[in-house]
């Protein structure tokens, strides 16, 4: 079992101490609750969906979606009916507007993402540890002048976009990066996997007694973070 299956393991049970409900009344990414829409996916139909994507994708993040399509799983039990939303939670960045994007809108990201990359490519600006990770990360001949082709966005907010990127052989992690309204790309995480951790410490800590402080929390959510 992978580093990440572990992790929404962890919080999936998570999730069921803390009572989550199921995310069928509010499904906001889909504008709706939608029954034709699945909860998680499978290889087949990311492959379908990515078939025009010239990248290939981190396989964290494969397995991430094949767990849950914008949401999480709430428990383990295997007798639950796991293509019904009631048996997900929908998943935010935490202390964040953030929503966690599902695949096929997320591999479709087109307005304003694309057209933004190729209108402002020649003003962005990488924090020094953004372009050191970035090139020691990816082991592929990355080209900054076509990033914009290899950015898979995870989640949007109002002040800017969380995005991984492709490349050009298949890598187990992709650095978790966020672009900031002013044009400035940052590293927030070295791995999906390390965001999920962060993810899975905060409800651990919330469901302790005493409740602890937004400060704490904000505390252990950044320790995860590769810059703030």
């Not at 990515?50 to 799983?73: D, I, K, M, V």
Request: some cysteine; charged content about 20%.
């Amino acid at each position: 079992m992978s580093e990440i299956t572990n992790i929404i393991d962890r919080i999936a049970i998570l999730a069921e101490q803390s009572g989550y409900v199921g995310c069928l009344e509010y499904w906001s990414v889909c504008g709706g609750y939608n029954p034709d829409y699945p909860p998680r996916l499978n290889r087949t139909q990311m492959q379908e969906l990515t078939q025009n994507y010239p990248f290939h994708l981190p396989s964290e993040l494969y397995e991430l979606y094949q767990r849950g399509n914008g949401c999480l799983p709430i428990g383990l039990d295997l007798n639950k009916n796991w293509d019904s939303f009631n048996s997900y939670f929908q998943f935010e960045l935490l202390f964040s507007d953030n929503v966690f994007l599902p695949f096929a809108q997320a591999i479709n990201y087109d307005s304003p993402s694309s057209f933004w990359w190729k209108k402002n490519k020649g003003i962005l600006e990488y924090t020094p540890s953004a372009r050191k990770t970035l090139e020691e990360k990816l082991t592929c001949s990355l080209d900054w002048e076509d990033i914009g082709s290899r950015v898979f966005p995870v989640s949007i907010a109002e002040k800017g976009l969380y995005f991984v990127l492709g490349s050009e052989r298949q890598q187990e992690t992709s650095p978790v990066l966020f672009l900031y309204a002013d044009f400035v790309v940052s590293i927030k995480w070295s791995s999906l996997t390390r965001m999920l951790f962060a993810v899975a410490e905060v409800m651990e800590r919330e469901i302790q007694a005493p409740r602890p402080s937004e400060d704490e929390l904000l505390a252990i959510w950044r320790s995860y973070m590769e810059e703030v």
